[in-house]
Nanobody
Framework: QVQLVESGGGLAQPGGSLRLSCAASGSTFSIMGWYRQAPGKQRELVALITRGGSTNYADSVKGRFTISADNAKNRVSLQMNSLKPEDTAVYYC???????????WGQGTQVTVSS
């Protein structure tokens, strides 16, 4: 059974840093990424990384966030620097299975940026 487990969320001050981690198990994935959803807002893509190492970032996080992956361990991390209050959201890990491109979601982890 496929399982995605996120960790690393919490409270940070503006300008601070957090590192999120997502461990996926039960299959092999072609793309893994992070999405976020703030109260009253739609879920949006934050960053993704392919098995080949290509990355894509939302304009709002470019230069501040870095996504990385360990393909052998099916693990993806999101290093978040220079955090802003508008980064406050629930962050969800997403993984696309290679065999059929089915997408799985983690349970979400809260990130709060506040002074």
């Amino acid at each position: 059974q496929v399982q995605l487990v996120e960790s690393g969320g919490g409270l940070a001050q503006p300008g601070g840093s957090l590192r999120l981690s997502c461990a996926a198990s039960g299959s092999t994935f072609s793309i893994m990424g992070w999405y976020r959803q703030a109260p009253g807002k739609q879920r949006e893509l934050v960053a993704l990384i392919t098995r080949g190492g290509s990355t894509n970032y939302a304009d709002s996080v470019k230069g501040r966030f870095t996504i990385s992956a360990d393909n052998a361990k099916n693990r993806v991390s999101l290093q978040m620097n220079s955090l802003k209050p508008e980064d406050t959201a629930v962050y969800y890990c997403n993984a696309q299975r290679i065999v059929d491109r089915y997408e799985y979601w983690g349970q979400g982890t809260q990130v709060t940026v506040s002074s």
